[in-house]
């Protein structure tokens, strides 16, 4: 779900390198990601609010909504093969890896978070939820697995930042490795990961080590694959490819073990049956999409890449939609009364406006200039005259 080599990753379509053609069908892949999540999340909370003014609301079932998060580990695992293609093998790869993962991801993470802690601050104060404990908050700034809730479940301060505990420990292997040479790298964190799987088998439930080996780390191994392949020239015939999106396809869709299907508010276990029944079928969707001639982008589906563009702020900003719609549900008889789906359908519409403005004026500017700031410090003097 994250970006390309560059600070300021999703600026442009996902490119390694000057003069490599645009992938549109990734940027399109991450916008569709951000929106399976939105429209599960939407669908749950509105559910809540036609419940509470007595009425009935059937999710739909179109798509396991949240598989969207395996599409995102999916794409990590792709971009990071072929947004570190100028870094394998080089001196300084693993300092320089880091930074730009730092700077991609922890900024606009650790603002959301500190703007919910003040939302739970004023809800504490008026007698609402309990304000975590100091340690929890520390964690979820440092990426760690805690049980922030008491309840066993390892959630960060801000619930959806669990995908973002995935995302920095897969960095940090890749990190081990980089400064090797590619084919070396990509190997050594393939079996990284399935030592990882193999071990998280007989650790108990409830650390941080034991969320760290949960099975779903293999959807980022499963993105490095098609990466490698990229990277390496593999090119598919059309029918091959045709084959693989739409096997992928229809095993997605038909989800034949219901791994999404439970109650609505269900929290999918992150084990086998999910990698091979999300993570598998969304690889081979983006295995037929990217081991070929890139396509152009046909202009219906510009909008979809702007979404693309927006993925990771619609991810991380999208809650505030759900929090405004069930508050007005709240001082308003008339919108609780409103038919589910259109309720769903003018949250998606806010998070999606919301997601648009804050990337381009919080995360983009505030990824570039970091970036920028870590990639060119100032010499000490100048800092001090600053100051």
Not at 354 to 377: K, N, Q
Request: charged residues 10%.
């Amino acid at each position: 779900m994250k970006g390309p080599s560059g600070t300021d990753a999703h600026v442009h379509p996902v490119a390694a390198a000057a003069g490599t053609p645009p992938l549109w069908t990734v940027q399109m892949f991450r916008g569709l990601a951000a929106l399976m999540v939105v429209i599960g999340h939407s669908q749950t909370a509105m559910a809540g609010v036609v419940e509470r003014s007595g009425g009935e609301f059937a999710r739909s079932t179109l798509l396991p909504w949240g598989a969207g998060v395996d599409l995102f580990f999916v794409i990590s695992g792709f971009i990071m093969v072929h947004a570190s293609a100028r870094l394998f093998g080089k001196p300084g790869a693993r300092a320089e890896f880091l930074r730009r993962r730092l700077v991609r991801i922890a900024p606009l993470y650790w603002l959301v978070t500190t703007a919910f802690l003040l939302l739970l601050a004023a809800a504490t104060l008026k007698g609402g939820d309990r304000f975590p404990q100091p340690l929890a908050i520390l964690a979820s700034y440092a990426f760690v697995p805690f049980d922030t809730r008491g309840d066993g479940g390892l959630f960060p301060v801000y619930d959806l930042g669990w995908t973002l505990n995935y995302e920095m420990f897969f960095y940090a292997l890749l990190a081990l490795v980089v400064a090797w040479p590619r084919h070396r790298a990509l190997a050594a964190v393939a079996v990284m990961l399935a030592a990882l799987v193999l071990i998280g088998a007989w650790i108990p439930a409830g650390s941080a080590l034991w969320f760290w080996t949960r099975p779903i780390i293999v959807d980022f191994g499963l993105g490095i694959g098609v990466g490698a392949l990229m990277a390496g020239g593999t090119i598919l015939p059309r029918a091959a490819r045709i084959a693989l999106a739409v096997t992928g396809a229809v095993l997605l869709i038909a989800d034949p073990l219901h791994v999404f299907g439970g109650p609505t508010g269900h929290t999918v276990a992150n084990a086998w049956p999910r990698v091979l029944l999300a993570g598998v079928p969304v690889a081979a969707m983006l295995a037929a999409a990217v081991l070929g001639r890139e396509p152009a982008m046909p202009r219906p589906l510009l909008p979809l890449g702007r979404v693309g563009d927006a993925s990771y702020s619609l991810y991380l900003l999208h809650p505030f939609a759900l929090i405004a719609v069930e508050k007005a549900a709240q001082k308003s008889a008339s919108v609780a009364a409103a038919p589910g789906w259109l309720l769903v359908a003018v949250t998606v519409a806010l998070a999606i406006l919301l997601a648009l403005a804050g990337y381009r004026w919080i995360e983009r500017p505030l990824t570039a200039a970091l970036g920028h700031h870590v990639a060119h410090p100032r010499p000490a003097r100048t800092i001090a005259a600053a100051e």
